[in-house]
């Protein structure tokens, strides 16, 4: 019976650390697409004027997944300590919508890589013909032609059809007046100071670096949330079938107890219920020494008890 005790208290433990392991891993996880949600919506937001506003839905509920499965590791993490068996199920529960979130996030990310070159192309084109009008959109534009150093959306030859200083008939037919973050080398002026034109400038649009950063954030929301979904069912199963587990080492442990205080003589379902007197459970057996209805004192001798 020691035996059997000891492989019990050992599969609880072996249990207990399991699911401690696990929710320390799905923590990290957390973690980790915390960092990734908050990196993408950054660079969303750097530069947002050519990014449609629906495209940071997909990082922002990155964020709110990892703030919530931190949550429920530590709720995971609680229930493997106190061995609670509705507090781990309740886990696997929480677990399994934080799948479907996080399922939801890959959904949208795939559908929104997809659209990534039409978006670009409409409000790359845009932000041109308002570069003049709109001191947002010229900031916006010149950030991001200094920062992926590119010029016009396909070629710097683009802004020939935007800028006012292109219809000047005094330049030669291959000049291209472009806007001083279009410039690898410092400009130099015209015929006045508000007019400049580069001595070198970059020699790419800007579409491609463009489409490569966002689709691969893209493609990085898409695929990360679609992996830690996978591994989170893993969690799933791993904490019910350890929930199944725990149930079963405490109603074994449970049932021994009740064996061992039924073998002692304890009084069961709170003191309702006891043994009879004559029945081996107690230990004693009365004597008939009497005569029955006589006063005369009993006489007790004590069998040994049988423990199992």
């Given at each position: 019976?020691?035996?059997?005790?000891?492989?019990?208290?050992?599969?609880?433990?072996?249990?207990?650390?399991?699911?401690?392991?696990?929710?320390?891993?799905?923590?990290?996880?957390?973690?980790?697409?915390?960092?990734?949600?908050?990196?993408?919506?950054?660079?969303?937001?750097?530069?947002?004027?050519?990014?449609?506003?629906?495209?940071?839905?997909?990082?922002?509920?990155?964020?709110?997944?990892?703030?919530?499965?931190?949550?429920?590791?530590?709720?995971?993490?609680?229930?493997?300590?106190?061995?609670?068996?509705?507090?781990?199920?309740?886990?696997?529960?929480?677990?399994?919508?934080?799948?479907?979130?996080e399922?939801?996030?890959?959904?949208?990310?795939?559908?929104?890589?997809?659209?990534?070159?039409?978006?670009?192309?409409?409000?790359?084109?845009?932000?041109?013909?308002?570069?003049?009008?709109?001191?947002?959109?010229?900031?916006?534009?010149?950030?991001?032609?200094?920062?992926?150093?590119?010029?016009?959306?396909?070629?710097?030859?683009?802004?020939?059809?935007?800028?006012?200083?292109?219809?000047?008939?005094?330049?030669?037919?291959?000049?291209?007046?472009?806007?001083?973050?279009?410039?690898?080398?410092?400009?130099?002026?015209?015929?006045?100071?508000?007019?400049?034109?580069?001595?070198?400038?970059?020699?790419?649009g800007?579409?491609?670096?463009?489409?490569f950063?966002?689709?691969?954030?893209?493609?990085?929301?898409?695929?990360?949330?679609?992996?830690v979904?996978?591994?989170?069912l893993?969690?799933?199963?791993?904490?019910?079938?350890?929930?199944?587990?725990?149930?079963?080492?405490?109603?074994?442990?449970?049932?021994?107890?009740?064996?061992?205080?039924?073998?002692?003589?304890?009084?069961?379902?709170?003191?309702?219920?006891?043994?009879?007197?004559?029945?081996?459970v107690?230990?004693?057996?009365?004597?008939?020494?009497?005569?029955?209805?006589?006063?005369?004192?009993?006489?007790?001798?004590?069998?040994?008890?049988?423990?199992?």
């Amino acid at each position: 019976m020691a035996n059997r005790e000891l492989q019990l208290n050992s599969g609880m433990r072996c249990a207990k650390y399991m699911l401690i392991i696990v929710s320390f891993m799905f923590a990290l996880t957390a973690i980790l697409l915390i960092m990734v949600g908050t990196t993408i919506q950054t660079i969303f937001g750097d530069f947002s004027l050519f990014i449609d506003g629906h495209f940071s839905s997909p990082p922002a509920l990155l964020i709110a997944i990892g703030f919530i499965l931190i949550a429920v590791a530590t709720l995971g993490a609680y229930g493997a300590v106190k061995e609670s068996v509705m507090v781990i199920n309740l886990y696997g529960v929480c677990l399994f919508l934080v799948f479907i979130l996080e399922v939801s996030a890959a959904i949208a990310a795939f559908v929104m890589q997809s659209q990534v070159r039409g978006m670009l192309i409409r409000t790359m084109n845009q932000a041109l013909a308002e570069y003049e009008h709109d001191p947002y959109v010229e900031s916006g534009v010149d950030f991001m032609q200094s920062m992926l150093e590119c010029c016009g959306v396909n070629e710097p030859e683009d802004w020939k059809d935007y800028l006012s200083a292109n219809v000047n008939i005094t330049l030669g037919v291959d000049d291209v007046v472009v806007p001083n973050s279009c410039c690898g080398n410092q400009p130099k002026s015209l015929n006045d100071s508000t007019q400049m034109t580069c001595m070198e400038t970059y020699d790419y649009g800007c579409f491609r670096k463009m489409n490569f950063i966002v689709s691969q954030s893209a493609m990085l929301i898409a695929t990360g949330a679609t992996t830690v979904a996978f591994v989170q069912l893993l969690g799933v199963l791993c904490a019910f079938m350890l929930a199944k587990t725990l149930r079963r080492n405490k109603s074994i442990r449970e049932a021994r107890r009740w064996q061992l205080q039924q073998s002692l003589g304890v009084l069961i379902s709170g003191g309702k219920m006891a043994p009879p007197q004559n029945s081996a459970v107690t230990g004693y057996q009365q004597l008939d020494n009497g005569e029955q209805g006589s006063h005369e004192p009993y006489t007790y001798t004590p069998q040994s008890p049988s423990v199992n």
